[in-house]
């Protein structure tokens, strides 16, 4: 359980980001406040996540998850440059926090 926290922190991690992009500086209303909302679903499902878990490991996975997430986001919905630099970066975040996992960090 304490997994599914963590990684729906790191989705709504993604959401953030992305109504933080169309916030567009927090000068547009509705993107603004469910950047808010999401910030707070986020960080308050990784704390709950933290009780059972190592702290180094869950916050590569929610950051990872976050990263990739946002990463791919921008390629896929908002057009950004999708180069092979970009895409290799992204699998090496992926390798490392499987790489943490795999190294006994998860319970």
């Known amino acids: 359980m304490a997994w599914l926290m963590v990684i729906t922190a790191g989705l709504f991690e993604v959401a953030m980001a992305y109504s933080l992009k169309l ?19 986020s960080f308050g499902l990784l704390s709950l996540g933290l009780k059972h878990l190592e702290v180094g490991t869950a916050y590569a996975v929610w ?5 990739v997430g946002t990463a791919a986001l921008g390629v896929l919905v908002l057009g950004e440059n999708a180069s092979p630099l970009k ?8 390798a490392g926090v499987v790489g943490l996992n795999l190294a006994g960090g998860g319970h």
Do not use: D, N, Q, R
Not at 87 to 93: E, K, T, V
């Open 63 to 67: 950051t990872g998850i976050g990263a």
């Open 87 to 94: 895409i290799a970066s992204i699998l090496l975040i992926l």
């Open 23 to 41: 916030s567009k500086g927090f000068s547009v209303l509705a993107p603004s406040v469910s950047f808010a909302v999401f910030a707070v679903l």
